[in-house]
């Protein structure tokens, strides 16, 4: 609801004084309510969002009438909305809906976000992206969990080819989707060149089995060009690995965890673990678009629980492919495209790739999100 607020003002004329009036809007405090209906205390939506407490103040006590767009966005995103829902309540205060123009100012607010205060839930991709870009720029050595090497050794076009959560009957809101996880990716790809460049350490723990049948799939499933992307995701990892293989620990494992989890800082005094459940089908329903995906926490006792974890994968490592690494784990990879007829196509994209396995943002490349 919108409300008029009139002021008079004298006009100065010789004689007659005459008025003028000035009506502005004043807007209806949706983001109080939202707020509100969070639970959560301004200090934890404050370090969620990257919006300041003091701003945060301002708008709950009402001294903010029509709060700055990005910071709407940023603010509902930290609380898991939906970019349809934050269209509509942008609509409420007469902002248009979400553009690729109101991204970099969004990302300027998600980089003053702060991974703090036990455990924050994440629904669905966009939010978990969101909190892998400020995680990830914390540095250090990364632990990561997962049926494949991370999605920063992905070509551009097979992690943004994936199919989004947004519905695709909403075009703006899915333009809007796509153009932000590419800005993202982007950013969390920087990243990883940066810590690369520091001399990070990046220690992957892959399941075999989970491995083999995700390569299968794909190459089974022979869509589009698809193989071909896998292909290189594969052999980005593998020119990194060779080229640094003290710096990129990559194992493949006789044992399938529960979970896929990241451990950001492990040898920081503050890590932070980000761990999630994982999904086998999809049903493309509406029920879809709203779906638990993990948990981030700084929790000591979780970080904890994690370490042990990780303790139980580096005792699961295939001895065979940790000795004489890396070339045992490239020797692997290899054997596993041959069972495609594909392992000529490796090595030729493995030999072409850059060593820090960066695929290039601008040129023509175009499974989970870590």
């Not at 949706?30 to 707020?35: A, F, L, Y």
């Not at 301002?58 to 001294?63: T, V």
Request: aromatic share 10%.
């Amino acid at each position: 609801m919108q409300f008029g607020y009139v002021s008079v003002s004298p006009l100065p004329t010789r004689g007659n004084p005459l008025c003028f009036i000035s009506i502005m809007r004043i807007f209806e405090n949706i983001i109080r309510g939202i707020i509100g209906d969070s639970g959560l205390k301004l200090n934890t939506i404050s370090k969620t969002s990257g919006i300041s407490h003091t701003y945060l103040t301002k708008l709950i006590n009402d001294n903010i009438n029509r709060p700055g767009k990005d910071k709407i966005a940023s603010i509902m995103l930290a609380l898991n909305y939906s970019i349809e829902e934050i269209n509509t309540v942008l609509a409420g205060y007469d902002y248009q809906a979400l553009d690729e123009p109101d991204i970099p100012e969004i990302l300027e607010n998600n980089r003053k976000r702060k991974i703090q205060g036990n455990t924050l839930s994440l629904y669905d991709d966009i939010h978990v992206k969101l909190l892998l870009s400020p995680m990830e720029r914390m540095g250090g050595t990364k632990i990561l969990v997962k049926k494949a090497p991370s999605v920063l050794y992905m070509p551009d076009e097979l992690y943004l080819g994936r199919k989004t959560d947004t519905n695709e009957n909403d075009l703006p809101d899915k333009s809007f989707y796509n153009a932000f996880t590419s800005a993202l990716f982007k950013e969390r790809k920087a990243i990883f060149q940066t810590s690369c460049d520091a001399g990070a350490r990046f220690e992957t723990y892959i399941c075999r089995h989970c491995l083999e049948e995700y390569v299968k799939k794909v190459m089974d499933a022979n869509q589009g060009n698809q193989p071909e992307l896998v292909l290189r995701f594969f052999a980005n990892a593998a020119a990194a690995i060779r080229a640094n293989p003290d710096q990129h620990r990559t194992w493949i494992m006789e044992r399938c965890p529960w979970f896929d989890y990241m451990i950001q800082g492990d040898d920081h005094d503050d890590p932070k673990v980000f761990f999630f459940g994982k999904k086998s089908h999809d049903y493309g329903s509406t029920n879809e678009q709203v779906n638990l995906q993990g948990f981030s926490s700084d929790s000591p006792s979780m970080i904890d629980l994690f370490r042990k974890e990780t303790q139980l994968c580096r005792s699961a490592i295939d001895p065979k492919l940790k000795k004489n690494y890396p070339d045992s784990l490239i020797r692997y990879f290899i054997q596993v495209f041959k069972s495609y007829g594909c392992a000529e196509a490796f090595i030729a994209y493995m030999d072409h790739s850059e060593p820090t396995a960066m695929a290039d943002t601008t040129g023509d490349d175009r499974p989970r999100s870590i």
